[in-house]
């Protein structure tokens, strides 16, 4: 888009009644584009220009606001408003319902790093836990039948022996 620039006093300094020596002795014609002249040379083009700029800016917005918190809301239909972020990531909790949009965010116990554009965080690894009780000695392991080339889980669980097909 091109910039736009204020009107000057360059813009309107030839344009208007006022600048006529004798604005009511003119011929009739004369007189009335002198009185029109300042807003159909400078007024409405400008005007013009600025409306083409916006609506090429807008697309298929049909509103915006200011809502509390400083947030852009916009609309395509003019009922039906939503937060616009400029950049950022939409935070889902661990059900996946979003969080309200913020401009800050803050990690506990956990490292964040950006790493080629992308946000990445790690959880810390904590300290070691007591032991639990021993289980029960097993052998485990996999066996392949030779003849379909199907892999099969072995183990000993409880006294008995299982085997499952692997996946």
């Known amino acids: 888009m091109k910039d736009l620039h204020k009107l000057t006093q360059e813009d309107y300094s030839t344009k208007g009644i006022r600048v006529k020596p004798n604005p009511l002795g003119l011929p009739v014609a004369e007189a009335q584009r002198a009185f029109d002249e300042l807003s159909l040379d400078v007024i409405i ?10 609506n090429k800016f807008s697309g298929n917005i049909e509103g915006l606001r200011l809502v509390e918190g ?13 937060k616009i972020s400029a950049m950022g990531h939409k ?7 979003e969080m309200p949009a913020r401009f800050k965010m803050q ?14 965080i790690s959880g810390i690894k904590g300290d ?7 289980g029960q000695d097993g052998y485990s392991g996999v066996i392949k039948d030779d003849t379909t080339g199907t892999l099969y889980h072995l183990g000993v669980q409880d006294g ?3 085997i499952e097909e692997a996946i």
């Open 45 to 54: 083009p400008k005007t013009n220009e600025v409306i083409d700029a916006v």
């Open 160 to 162: 008995l022996l299982y």
């Open 128 to 134: 070691k836990g007591d032991t639990g009780d021993k």
């Open 91 to 97: 935070i889902l909790d661990t059900n996946g319902i």
């Open 70 to 82: 400083n947030f852009i809301e916009a609309s395509t239909d003019g009922a039906t408003y939503e």
């Open 107 to 120: 990690f506990n116990n956990c490292e964040v790093k950006d790493v080629n554009d992308v946000t990445v």
